[in-house]
């Protein structure tokens, strides 16, 4: 796959996936600086009927509209600015461990049960379905994952297992997801033998699981999530 059909794939699969489409294409545009009249000019509609659009005030856009969408988002940010290409790789490729996408959804209480995790919050959201997981290197990202590169984690949707390894106390993934306009389902923490108080407050804020895996190491995690 090139890199511009990677790139429509990714943001095309993240807002459908999205609990609010015209949300998520409203961000991926001022993501990019994108002037709304500038975006409805490539499209050839109106400028209200794209407000209407990323405002819901129309019916949630269908497939067509979103592929057109992003497809001018694209090729706007190429000629404009060039974000999207030159953050197709992240600058440290061994920050994400691994990524990928279940075939059918599954239930986030499953993935607890399969990583050896502990609930630290999010009991009630047991029953969401995730779609996929990441295992990231949480010192590498540190150093490594800024601005546009932090996005590309979420693979092809949000509705994922965020895996955080060689974690300390576990505050530094939470106020990085806090901060960040894309918010996983369930954020999974390894190592730490005590998790800081503020990070299970931002997962509540967030409304998101977070859970303390007791798995022995990464390769454990890429064990347990290809089977599934």
């Not at 209407?52 to 000629?79: A, N, Q």
């Not at 949707?157 to 060689?166: G, H, N, S």
């Amino acid at each position: 796959m090139d890199s511009e059909n990677e790139i429509l794939a990714k943001i095309a699969g993240n807002v459908i996936a999205s609990t609010s489409p015209c949300s998520a294409l409203k961000f991926w545009r001022k993501r990019l600086n994108i002037k709304q009249i500038q975006l409805a000019k490539e499209m050839s509609v109106t400028p209200s009927v794209l407000s209407d659009y990323e405002s819901g005030r129309r019916t949630s856009p269908g497939v067509c509209f979103v592929k057109k969408y992003v497809k001018s988002l694209i090729k706007l940010d190429e000629v404009h600015k060039g974000i999207l290409k030159s953050s197709v790789v992240p600058k440290d490729k061994s920050t994400i461990i691994a990524i990928g996408e279940f075939k059918n959804a599954v239930l986030a209480s499953l993935i607890v049960e399969m990583i050896k995790g502990k609930v630290l919050h999010g009991e009630a959201y047991l029953n969401s379905e995730i779609y996929g997981y990441t295992i990231v290197d949480s010192i590498k990202a540190i150093y490594a994952l800024s601005g546009f590169d932090f996005y590309k984690i979420f693979g092809a949707t949000t509705e994922r297992a965020l895996i955080f390894t060689k974690v300390g106390m576990g505050r530094s993934p939470l106020v990085a997801i806090r901060v960040s306009d894309l918010k996983p389902r369930m954020v999974v923490l390894h190592g730490p033998q005590v998790v800081d108080p503020l990070a299970i407050d931002l997962a509540e804020k967030e409304e998101m699981i977070l859970v303390l895996s007791s798995l022995p190491n990464e390769e454990s995690f890429l064990n347990v999530l290809s089977k599934i």
